[in-house]
């Protein structure tokens, strides 16, 4: 299992000093560490259809990119051209297993894990990222220059690559093997890899207020909520016609206002809206459905195991009522089943003994049995 190893500071000082505050080299954070995906096999997602990828290399001093899925590789030379493919995470689990160190931010945080293979001279050139990355240096040496946060100007060096003036750096390192470079959002960074390289980059990412709002209201809408008209009896008369008024502006703004106050509605919304995935799942759907019957006997003999990328959340506000968000939905099993339910989202491997709570309930075992059959979590054989 990969433990972080801090040798220079305390995971609290990392949460007080570092995080979202400035970019940090932790060295030898993951100890003996070797690549959690092979070039071959990374090659090989990059050809499938579902699988984000991109090349990124210079043809005439131009920077260029292509999209996958690809074909071949065969016209790469030896020098200038990296590989990154996003959420490897979903299709491996040796490389989900990368998230598990980082669970001192919680999932809901995650974006993804990108794997990138570069040979020499390889990178994407000098850009600001809008996510906290731990990058993990896999395989090869990589050097890293980070600059400083500021007024940097960016411009596309490519219509797929959005690039940043040169900066002076702040940090300089070569990174090797089981080193970890932690860079918050918005600072600059370049990386360029010295010798055949493997780097996994774990990625978390916040919504912008934008993004939640916009959320919000496809929500509301899906769900029919909110519909209350805004009512004003006892209107003052009115001395301005053209005017909205300070009273009426208040009275649009506390309409919004108890839209967010609700904390079950908010509860439901942030549950289901974190807990949708971005890119294609892995499911793992099982040929022979299992019945109910069938599932709790395998499960005194295996634990089940969550599918990489998959997310599942339970909220503070509505746990009590044994209630979780799976990919999107809203699941309600009874005070009863709270504990299975934080199980749930909290373990990635789940035994017959923690799901106790949870088998005695017909609903969650029925509901279970649909998500193992779905291929959202699977049986370890
Ligand atoms: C890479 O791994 O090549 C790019 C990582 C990054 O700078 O975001
Ligand atoms: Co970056």
Request: aromatic residues 10%.
């Amino acid at each position: 299992m990969l433990k972080l190893h801090l040798a220079d500071f305390s995971l609290d000082d990392f949460m007080a000093h570092y995080w979202q505050q400035k970019p940090v080299v932790i060295r030898q954070g993951f100890q003996h560490f070797s690549d959690l995906i092979s070039p071959e096999e990374l090659a090989g997602l990059a050809c499938e259809e579902e699988v984000e990828s991109r090349l990124v290399y210079k043809e005439a001093g131009q920077w260029q990119a292509r999209v996958g899925p690809f074909e071949s590789y065969g016209h790469l030379g030896k020098e200038g051209w990296t590989l990154i493919v996003q959420a490897v995470n979903h299709w491996s689990l040796e490389v989900a297993e990368l998230v598990k160190p980082f669970s001192f931010i919680p999932k809901w945080r995650l974006d993804d894990v990108m794997v990138s293979y570069a040979v020499p001279g390889g990178g994407v050139g000098p850009h600001i990222d809008l996510y906290d990355v731990f990058i993990c240096q896999g395989s090869g040496r990589r050097r890293w220059r980070v600059g400083d946060q500021g007024n940097h100007r960016q411009f596309a060096a490519h219509a797929a690559l959005l690039h940043t003036e040169p900066f002076e750096a702040i940090i300089d390192v070569e990174l090797l093997p089981g080193d970890i470079l932690y860079i918050p959002p918005g600072f600059p960074h370049d990386g360029v890899t010295l010798e055949t390289s493997m780097s996994f980059s774990v990625g978390f990412r916040a919504k912008s207020a934008c993004d939640m709002l916009s959320g919000l209201a496809d929500y509301v809408i899906d769900k029919e909520l909110g519909k209350t008209l805004l009512s004003d009896p006892q209107r003052p008369i009115h001395q301005h016609q053209g005017q909205i008024n300070a009273r009426d502006f208040a009275l649009i703004k506390a309409q919004l206002q108890a839209v967010l106050d609700d904390d079950t509605l908010m509860a439901d919304f942030a549950g289901s809206f974190l807990s949708k995935t971005k890119c294609a799942l892995d499911l793992q759907p099982l040929e022979e459905p299992l019945d109910i019957v069938d599932l709790a006997n395998t499960l005194l003999q295996q634990p089940l195991i969550r599918i990489g990328g998959l997310r599942c959340f339970y909220v503070d506000a509505t746990v009590a009522q044994g209630v979780c968000y799976v990919e999107g939905e809203r699941f309600e099993f009874g005070a009863a089943c709270r504990e299975a339910v934080v199980a749930l989202c909290d373990q990635e491997s789940l035994s017959d003994a923690v799901l106790e709570t949870g088998l005695q309930d017909p609903e969650f075992v029925r509901q279970l049995t649909e998500w193992v059959n779905a291929g959202f979590w699977f049986f370890r054989d």
